[in-house]
């Protein structure tokens, strides 16, 4: 990925040169025509069209701003009633993430949701243990996270 878009940025400048104008309307039809010069080209390349993969950076992060707002307005809700009625608990999540980095990203995007915080992770990288405000249906919140951010981030990695 990171090839390819250093070789579109090399094909935008050379553009930029070749019409002897340094605007940035320049530069982006540049760097349209280096995308799809890559694109046309990108079975001589080991990795798929980088393009795909900034569409799914793109895709976590809107689940993840989804996500976001969503459980601001959950615990806003909890922490507004008269008298609270949450089950807080530890529950497991058995994650078919492998790489480091994807199951550091999935712990971070758990944590920073408020409501849920990863409390620890297993000695095989395989299960995370994850606290929550109120869980009181554990195999949703398992298929939320599954469906959503796991997901997410095995398109990323692909």
Excluded at 14 to 42: C, E, N, Q, V, Y
Aim: charged content about 20%; glycine content about 4%.
């Amino acid at each position: 990925m990171a090839f390819q878009l250093l070789l579109n940025f090399v094909i935008s400048f050379i553009w930029m040169f070749l019409k002897g104008s340094f605007a940035p309307d320049t530069f982006l039809i540049g760097f349209i025509i280096g995308l799809i010069l890559i694109f046309i080209t990108r079975r001589f390349f080991s990795d798929k069209f980088y393009l795909y993969r900034v569409v799914s950076i793109l895709k976590l992060l809107g689940i993840f701003l989804r996500e976001l707002v969503l459980s601001n307005i959950a615990v806003l809700k909890i922490i507004l009633q008269p008298r609270l009625k949450v089950t807080p608990g530890i529950f497991a999540l058995e994650t078919d993430l492998r790489k480091d980095w994807e199951i550091t990203l999935l712990c971070n995007l758990i944590t920073l949701t408020p409501g849920t915080l990863v409390v620890d992770i297993s000695e095989d990288n395989k299960i995370l243990y994850i606290h929550a405000i109120d869980i009181s249906d554990k195999e949703a919140a398992i298929s939320s996270i599954k469906n959503s951010f796991e997901k997410a981030i095995q398109e990323v990695s692909i």
